[in-house]
Each structure stands twice: as structure tokens, then as C-alpha cells.
């Protein structure tokens, strides 16, 4: 990459913290890489182009995101084996990475097996290549840097912790900012070498203070008490394994070299965590929900502190203006979840049904399915997942022996494997002779749709304080989602004794949406019941089309209080259905509806059970990104 011709590093408007995890990740190759996330247009991969611009003697090796496995880790050299008859290694991409920066843009697009080899090499500093009866390695040293935008697919949390560091760009919020930026950007394009002249001194200070500090690295002093500082940070972030650890020190030795120091000070500890632990955090809130007698005794409790002068009353939920309120919504729940103490009349239940409208103000969701790699060959359309496919269309991935009836003739593999050859076969008045061994087949990749089922809670109590109006305008985004994606979806709602199918498998989002509209609520919450009926239809749908990758989104509060035969534990039956969707691989997801003072925590029971991504409905309404990702742990 001619760096040249590259936007000026220091040119670009803001963007310090990525500024500053790209000097420390130049500065120290140890730091295991760096992945820069943020939406499109906020100059993520201008910075990495105009990084060679501070590191003199290291380019900036692009790796294109249709390449295939030759072209990154290396193959066969053709002409050599067809003259001289004899196999040789040619190097591919990783080959002229070595000492280098290899940069991958929207890496998140790019294959997940290619991913995966690419960061194995970058940690052990070496490629190794056993293909084609060949085997062969070479060492491979690069600093690795991604970039990409969450919006157009994600990865997985394996493949994010072997990143050392984590940036994330944002948009200029300030007129100020924006319009220099515009200013900026014009006077470049008018005048790219003035533009480039005026930072020619600041980036000559910069390629100055990178070089001592890569000197200053050799004489860090790392303390007893820093390594401690960074073992408590990794624990206070609930990170998995133990890379979070040796990343903190390596990015700390960084920053501290950069600031012209060869020891380590608690602040630069701190400033290391800032890009090494936001992608390895996990949640922490693992506490069971409470059970009966807890709840119980908590009521008690509360009893024995109303005879008090001046009982200390909790906070009001957010959702709610007074505790009067949420007395009154409470009893609401209860009275339209029990609509047995009154004669079940069809005029009853007519005055009981409410029809919610849907919040349309709610976010707008765009749904990141991860599902897991299988060799399973699929038709069909759409937008969202990659698959492998039978069928003659799609991107050619890799090459591949034939089984049975050669179909797509992979020509430059066939090549390959003919030319060692060529010196001991009858040519005649051919160049090349191919025999039927030397045949290999194409295996290629498409887009294709997922089939997202809506599994729906429309009992009394999702009636209470607008939640199915809020349910409806989740529901209604992930919808638009769903057609642009080209997906399938299907909808089912529970409520009163039963669950009913409301709209079987369709690709017509119009008609999902017309269904969502007019769903009613009111009645108890038979969970399980709509449980089973999702499993049965998805059952049914997956021995018509063995290819479906389903989907389950259940929305619901996890009050359940009918069970499937009318008498027993309600809540168990949906447990031990939750737990029969997990045992036949559907992916699922459980958005839980709970929004009370004091919460049962069901819904989340149903999800771990499922095996299912836990989202509360709160949380999706500030998101823009639904992550629906295989937890069967």
C-alpha cells in the first residue's frame, strides 16, 4: 500500500482512543492485534491505511475478503511443478506478511475458518500448510488489525478474546467537529500533497516517540504489584481464561514506553484495561431467581416493617409513578389472570380481551445470528447466514475431491494437482494431460434466510402498564429485519387454557405483521402449552425441509400459571419443555417481559434451561443489535 498517497494519520478529525490503541499495538507486537468496531463512515479503515506513515519499513498487507485459502496461506507453484515436474511451495499472503501489518477489512465477513487460521498463526508466529501432498511451514510474524461494523454480522466471543485489544470509533456528535471534517477532507482532495506537508512535522515527532518507545520495551520493569493489579482487573471483569492477563501487562508496557517511561504506574494499568477487557467481560449477575418460601418470607419481611413509624419503603420501579400504581397494575395482573371467578362466557371473555397498538418510536433491531459451522449443503435465498451450497451459484471457497458425478470443476485445483505429474505422462499434442484423479470440485458458499418463529405471551398480565405495546414494536422491528434478509417467520401466542398457531411458516412478513396487529391479550399464561406447540410446528416443518435452520423467539414475562394438562406445576412443564427445545438443536432467544419490583426471574430460568440468548425487554429498547447466539452451557 502506497502510504502516499493515504489520508494523514494526525489528520483525522477526534478518534483519539483509536489513535492510541493503534500506537500500542505498533509499539508493542505482543499486544495480540487490534479490532476496531463502529459503524460505517467513521474512518476506521483511513487510520489503518495511514499507519504506515508512522512505522517506516512496515507496509500495510491488505487481505481481501473473496480470498481463498491459496491465495492466504499458500499453494502449489504451477509453473514449476509443470516444468520441472517437481512440487514446490509458493507463498501466499501470510508469506509477505511477515514483519509486516496484515490488515483485514469488515473482518466479521470474512470466513470463520480462515479467521480462526489466521489468529492461530499470528500467536504462534508461524503458517503451516499440509495440502495437496505437500507440508510445509514458514515463520509469520505480523501485527493482525480488523475492522468492521457490527450492523453487518458479528463473532464469535472465541474468536474476539484472541484479540489483545478492542477500539471502538463513534461518530463526531459536535457541529464543531463535523464541519472540520468536511473542511478537511476537501482540502485534501483539492491539494493531497499541501494537505499531506502540513503534518509533516507532527508525524515525524510521532515516528520518532514510536521508535524510542520500541527501544524502551527491552528495559520495562514490571513490578510484583502490577502483575497483581492485572490479575484483579482480569477478575473484576469476569473474563474467561487467562489472556486477559498477559494482555494488560504487554498493553501497559506500551503505553508506559510511549510516555516515555520504563516502568509501570497503576494509571498505565488502567489505561490497558480500557482496550483489553470490554470485549472479555461477562455478566456477572448470576443469582437465582427467588423461589416461593424466599418470596414468601420477603413478603413477611415487608409485613413485620409496615408496623414501624417510618418503614423504609424500596424505590419505585422506573416504569411506575408511585407505589400506588404499581399496587393497582398488580392487582390487575392478578385480576385478568384469573378470569375462572367469573362464568367464561364469550361476552366475558369479549370485555376482557384489549388490543395493544404497536410502539413504533421503539428502536429499530437488527437481528446478528451466529449459528454454528456444520457441513450440511443448503438451497434457498436470502441475505443473512452463509451456508454451503450444492447448487451451481454462490463464491467459490475452496476445491475439494468429487463424490460421484463431478458437477463444478474447480479448474485451478485440477491444475495443481496434474502439474507434478506432467514428466511421466504422454502429453501428445497437449500441453497438460488430466486424468480423472487429478479432478477436483468446487464447494461453494451463498447467502441464504434464517426461519424465525415468534413465540408470543398475550395473557392478562402482558396487558398491564403497555408492555404488549412495547412487545409489538420489538416484534414489529424485528419483522423489518426479517424482510430485509429475506427470512422466514412464523407466529404462535399463548394465553388462556391454550397456544394457537396464528401464522404458520411463511416468507410474507405483511402478513406477520397484520396478525401482530390484531393479537388480543388477556386470560392465564399457558407457557408450556405454547412451548410444545412451537417445538411441534418447527418439528413437523424440519422433516419437510431437513436444510431449516429455525429460530425461536420467545417474548414473555414467565408467569405461567396453567399447566399443559390443567393440574400441576405450571412452571415446572415449561421448564421441562424449555429444556426438550434445547435437546433437538433449536436456536432460540427469550426476551423477558418482567418488568414488577420484585421479579421472579422465570423468564431467564426458561432461557438458561432452552439454552437460549437472554435479552430483558428494557434492554432491546436502547440496543440496535440483537445477538442470537448457540449458549448451550
Known sequence: MNTQECFPFLGVVGQEDVKEALLISMTNPKTGGLLIVGEKGTAKSSLVRALGQVIPGQNIINLPLNATEDMVFGHIDLEYAVTQGEKKFSPGILGRAHGQVLYVDEINLLRQEIVSSLLDAADRGINTVEREGISFQHESKFTLIGTMNPEEGTLTSSVLDRFGLFACVHRETEVVARKEIMCR?????????????????????????????????????????????AAQYSMKGNTVGHRAELFLIEGAKAIAALAGRNYLLPIDMERSAFFVLPHRMRKTDNSPPQTEEQEEQSNTDSDQTDGDDQPDLPPPPPDSSSDTQE??????????????????????????????????????????????????????????????????????????????????????????????????????????????EDLRQKVREKRIGNTFL??????????????????????????????????????????????EVLLPITRSVDLAQKCLQQLPTGGKTPLAEGLATALSLLTSMRKKEREMQPIIVLITDGRANRSVKGSGDAIDDALKMAEKIKLSGILSVVIDTEMDFIKLGIA???????????????????QSILRIVQNFQ
Open 454 to 499: 415468534f413465540v408470543v405471551d398475550a395473557s392478562g398480565s402482558m396487558g398491564a402498564r403497555e408492555r404488549m405495546r412495547s412487545v409489538k414494536g420489538a416484534i414489529f422491528s424485528m419483522l423489518q429485519d426479517a424482510y430485509q434478509k429475506r427470512d422466514q417467520v412464523g407466529l404462535v401466542a399463548f394465553r388462556r387454557e391454550t397456544a
Open 185 to 229: 477532507v476537501l482540502a485534501y482532495e483539492k491539494e493531497p500533497e499541501l494537505f499531506c506537508q502540513q503534518y509533516e512535522a507532527e508525524t515525524k515527532e510521532l515516528i520518532d516517540r514510536v521508535q524510542e518507545a520500541r527501544e524502551r520495551l527491552d528495559t520495562m520493569e514490571i513490578s510484583s504489584a502490577m502483575m497483581e493489579l
Open 327 to 436: 399496587e393497582e397494575d398488580s392487582q390487575k395482573d392478578n385480576s385478568e389472570e384469573q378470569p375462572e371467578t367469573q362464568p367464561d362466557s364469550q361476552e366475558n371473555r369479549a370485555a376482557e380481551d384489549r388490543v395493544a397498538e404497536v410502539d413504533k418510536q421503539f428502536s429499530n433491531l437488527k437481528m446478528a445470528v451466529t449459528l454454528p459451522q456444520d457441513r450440511q449443503l443448503r438451497q434457498g435465498s436470502g441475505k443473512r447466514g452463509r451456508t454451503r451450497t450444492a447448487l451451481l451459484q454462490g463464491r467459490y471457497v475452496r476445491s475439494c475431491l468429487p463424490k460421484g458425478k463431478l458437477t463444478d470443476l474447480a479448474f485451478d485445483a485440477t491444475l495443481r494437482a496434474a502439474a507434478p505429474y506432467q514428466r511421466l505422462r504422454e502429453k501428445g499434442t497437449c500441453y497438460m494431460t488430466i486424468v480423472q
Open 604 to 622: 431467564r430460568r426458561v432461557a438458561s434451561e432452552m439454552g437460549a440468548t437472554y435479552y430483558p425487554l428494557k434492554e432491546l429498547s436502547g
